[in-house]
């Protein structure tokens, strides 16, 4: 599907922060303490490593940090994206602020994963090929499946109990809703049932439950706490040279950064 798959492409942890501009209004992440991998606890030491660019989720270059201790090279997501994910999952900006509702809107939706599904609700379907500034009618079907997934309507009850626990749902709601998803054939129904389940965890601030809902559900892997990613610190003339001379710049984005050595 896309965006997402039905099993996680991967399981692995993955860091987010909220996107800071510099002095010349640029957008990047500051430099995370710990990569995914040390989430155990184990000694990190990570430095930033460049920006890329990519054709669609954010709308702006991510920034990528590597581990020297680890050895792996690591995206830092605004607080809203999800590895592969190509639409926010939570109505936050890059800077981590919350996104009002629309006037006339109970729930914040415009640009998230589940504005499709608000649409499918209401008897919207998108255009076969787009347009409009949203996806395809494809893509509003795959968003249906996604939300439907979140809620572990195609898994097990073990499974169902274990996403209802993370939001605070009562299991049997998700049980029945279920066993009537299975029985509707129409796309507006199916979209109408998972709505219904959305808007409560949407509602107020509970919208950052369905980050950890998604990875309890094998949408994606686990969002690391926030705390885990300090400010980025600033960086003296001898220390950005010594970290181009090493190769530690790339890509379009030329932020000043330096390696947070915390080893
Ligand atoms: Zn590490």
Redesign the pocket.
């Known amino acids: 599907m896309e965006g997402y798959s039905e099993k996680p492409r991967s399981a692995r942890p993955f860091v987010q922060a909220g996107y800071e501009r510099d002095e010349s209004g640029r957008l990047a992440a500051p430099v995370p303490a710990?990569?995914p991998?040390?989430d155990d606890g184990s000694e990190?030491r990570?430095g930033f490593r460049g920006c890329r660019e990519r054709k669609t989720g954010p709308k702006l270059p991510l920034t990528v940090a590597r581990?020297h201790?680890?050895g792996i090279a690591f995206t830092v997501y605004p607080p809203a994206f999800v590895p592969y994910g190509r639409a926010a999952v939570v109505a936050v900006d890059v800077e981590g602020r919350r996104i009002g509702a629309e006037p006339g809107a109970s729930v914040a939706v415009a640009g998230t994963t589940w504005e499709a599904i608000a649409d499918a609700a209401a008897g919207q379907r998108w255009a076969e090929a787009g347009g409009g500034g949203k996806g395809s009618r494809r893509t509003q079907g795959r968003r249906l499946t996604v939300g439907a997934s979140l809620f572990g309507l195609f898994a097990d009850s073990r499974a169902r109990e274990r996403v209802a626990a993370v939001l605070k749902l009562p299991a049997l709601m998700l049980h029945e809703a279920a066993q009537r998803h299975v029985g509707l054939d129409r796309w507006r129904e199916r979209a109408e049932l998972v709505w219904q389940l959305l808007r409560q965890p949407l509602a107020g601030a509970r919208s950052y439950v369905l980050l950890a809902a998604g990875h309890v559900a094998g949408l994606w892997g686990r969002p690391l706490a926030r705390g885990t990613v300090r400010r980025r610190p600033q960086q003296s003339g001898s220390e950005r040279l010594a970290r181009a001379a090493t190769g530690g710049l790339t890509g379009s984005c030329t932020l000043p950064r330096v390696c947070a050595e915390t080893g």
Do not use: A, Q
């Open positions: 710990r990569c991998l040390g990190c990570v581990c201790c680890h």
